[in-house]
């Protein structure tokens, strides 16, 4: 269960860096405004939920020695 919480916030943690690496690309191209919006809510809604994976494994193996 652990390697799986694990490699789930790997995976969330990867795709909040390329959503934000494709809505820098399209804001220094110059690209439209609407997509760039886009694709920062879509990373926002990202990092909650890899956050929350987070907090979830913290709480679920953080207690151990």
């Not at 609407?34 to 709480?59: C, D, E, H, K, P």
């Amino acid at each position: 269960m652990e390697t799986l919480l694990n490699i789930t916030i790997a995976l969330a943690l990867c795709f909040v860096v390329i959503v934000l690496g494709l809505g820098l690309w399209n804001m220094l191209k110059g690209g439209p405004g609407n997509t760039s919006q886009r694709l920062m809510r879509l990373r926002v809604i990202g990092q909650a939920i890899a956050l929350a994976l987070l907090l979830a494994a913290l709480f679920l193996f953080g207690g151990r020695s």
